[in-house]
């Protein structure tokens, strides 16, 4: 019965190691999981910070050409109304000279 006893000991003493392996595949895999997930979290993040960044220099750029240009557009609108009073101003003269002159 010794031998019996110990074949018996043996079979469940090898199905409690291979509950244990099992029970440490399992933790691994859930340690693994968490530890993937904290990792794209931390990738999401930053990616999200990043992208916040980009989004402010983007709209600091837009701003200043925005102001650059409307700066530009009112000194072509001066321009114009400059040579437009210039042109008038020409029309004026040579109607009244022709006015004149008749």
Same mark, same amino acid.
């Given at each position: 019965?010794?031998?019996?006893?110990?074949?018996?000991?043996?079979?469940?003493? *090898?199905?409690?190691? @291979?509950?244990?392996?099992?029970?440490?595949?399992?933790?691994?895999?859930?340690?693994?999981? &968490? /530890?993937?997930?904290?990792?794209?979290?931390? @990738?999401? *993040?930053?990616?999200?910070?990043?992208?916040?960044? @980009?989004?402010?220099?983007?709209?600091?750029? !837009?701003?200043?050409?925005?102001?650059? /240009?409307?700066?530009?557009? *009112?000194?072509?609108?001066?321009? !114009?109304?400059?040579?437009?009073?210039?042109?008038?101003? &020409?029309?004026?003269?040579? !109607?009244?000279?022709?006015?004149?002159?008749?």
């Amino acid at each position: 019965m010794s031998v019996l006893n110990r074949v018996i000991q043996a079979e469940n003493d *090898a199905k409690n190691l @291979i509950n244990e392996a099992k029970d440490d595949q399992k933790t691994i895999i859930e340690t693994s999981k &968490k /530890h993937a997930e904290e990792k794209a979290n931390a @990738i999401l *993040a930053n990616a999200r910070e990043e992208s916040l960044k @980009i989004q402010k220099e983007s709209q600091k750029k !837009v701003e200043k050409l925005t102001k650059e /240009h409307s700066l530009e557009l *009112a000194k072509l609108e001066n321009q !114009v109304k400059e040579g437009s009073q210039k042109e008038v101003l &020409k029309l004026v003269d040579f !109607v009244v000279k022709k006015v004149t002159s008749v």
